[in-house]
Structure formats: C-alpha cells, structure tokens
C-alpha cells in the first residue's frame, strides 16, 4: 500500500528536509517515526526538498508499507513519536505509481517579512527583519514581468543542480498586513535558492536602492552576480502543493499569518 502524507514543520533546528548522514534533518525524523508504528524501515519521498531553516505548512510526501492501520493510527501514532517541531497534517491512501514529487503541478511558497524598525523577540528565526520602510505596491509590480515561463538565471544558486533553468510562474503577489510584508509565489517548480533570491532583488527595489524596472532587467540579463543577496532562510514557508484531482490529495488551505507569528495590525492596503 502507498501512503501520502502532509506535513508540517519548523526548520529551524535543521540542515532541510534531506536526510544527512552527521547533521539533523526533517525527513529523517519522520522515518524513524513512521517506522515506529510501521513495524518496519520506511524510507519516503518529497514533493520538494526545503533547505536549513526553511519551514512548512503544505509538504507532501509518500511511502510504501505492507503495515495496515487506520488513516487516524498512521496520524496520532507518528506525531507521538515527532518532535515538537515536526507533526503529520494528514494521511491519505493512494495509487501505487503516485509520487509526491513528480505528479505535483504546482507549488506556493510564502515570504515573511517583518518591516519595523525593532525585532520581534516571538517572530525570532519566523521572519525576516526589515529595518527601513518597504513599498508593498511597488515591489509587487516590479516583479510582474517574472509571471510566465522564463529562464531564472538571475535567481538561481551557483550550486543548483537542475539541468535547465527554466520555470513557469504562475503568480507572484506582495501585500502588507500591518509590520508584515508578505510575498506569495507559485510555480510549476522553483531552481535553488530561487524564491529567496527573488526576494532579496526585490527589497532593493522596495527600498529605494533600485527603479521599479531592475527585476525586468535582471531577468532579461540572467547574471545572478548582479541580483541581489540571499534573502535569510527564517522568512520561507512551503505552504502547498497542488496534484491532479484524481491523485485524490487533501487540498488544505495554509494557515493565516496570525497562526504563525501573532496577530498582526488591520491590513494596510495590498499589492
């Protein structure tokens, strides 16, 4: 039988989600828990590998069993042996060719800033902080020309392994809720590091320091030497991935802002 499953998690005490052989991962304590009420090894796969300090609401992954439990044994059985930091949203019987990451159609990822002069004690590793005064509206139309299917050059890691560089955006939004300025981004697939160095091209432009026209510009130039920094890992969330309907996966919706870091102010306007 094979089993997909959502899961959430805090990344902050990890080296990503791939097991490693002398640093802490997320998938590797989701084996050993797995295997816990499995009876047996269990090794899965993910719909996409989030690198150290990056979090998630909306992972997906698989694993193969010959164990039989209820969909609420394999869910309160594992989370018990989980740290706190790491819990299953859900499980869900599939067919025995689905693969979490190669019938995914789609993944969001969403972007925490938090824009005030003073950091947030609470917020600490959740967020990225932004000192000086951002332009929501501005930045949101500057990264328009990046929606579509580009070559992401400009926005990829010099150690990204992907053969081809191209990717299809499918939305990118930038809106204010009070201190925060929230980034929304989907697309078919993302090049390492891609979200984040989008994201720190873009406070430059939400800043001051660049026109609203660079982010055209670096896309068109495919130089990442000339992008921006690496925005830090601690603002990054997985929040979902998408599936065909007849893989018959859970579509769950991310939580709101408030349940990750507090309530925030009315909101302010919006991209």
Known sequence: ?????????????????????????VQAEVERALAKVADHPVTVSCAGRTDTGVHALGQVIHFDTGAERPERGWL????VHLPSDIALSWVAPVSGDFHARYWAQA?????????????????????CQWRTPL?????????QPLVG???????RAAECQAQLPVRRVARIAVR???DLVVFEITANAFLHHMVRNIVGSALKVGGGERDA???AALLAGRER???????????????????????????????????????????????
């Not at 993944?107 to 938090?114: C, D, I, W």
């Not at 990054?236 to 925030?264: D, F, N």
Request: charge should be positive; glycine fraction near 12%.
């Open 176 to 178: 204010r809720e009070g």
């Open 135 to 143: 332009d929501a509206p501005r930045m949101h139309a500057a990264l």
């Open 213 to 215: 026209a660079w982010l």
């Open 107 to 127: 993944r969001s990822y969403r972007y925490l800033v938090l824009n005030r002069p003073t950091r947030s004690p609470l917020a600490a590793d959740r967020v």
């Open 225 to 271: 030497r000339v992008a921006g920094p690496t925005a830090p890992p601690g603002g990054l969330y997985l929040t979902a991935v998408e599936y065909p309907a007849a893989a018959g996966i859970p579509q769950r919706a991310g939580y709101g802002l408030s349940a990750i870091i507090g309530p925030s102010s009315r909101p302010e306007g919006s991209g």
């Open 76 to 79: 309160l059985g594992t989370n």
């Open 149 to 155: 299917e580009h070559d992401f050059s400009a926005f």
């Open 1 to 25: 039988m094979r089993l997909a499953v959502g899961i959430e998690y805090a990344g902050t005490r990890y080296a990503g989600w791939q097991r490693q052989d002398h640093a802490p991962s």
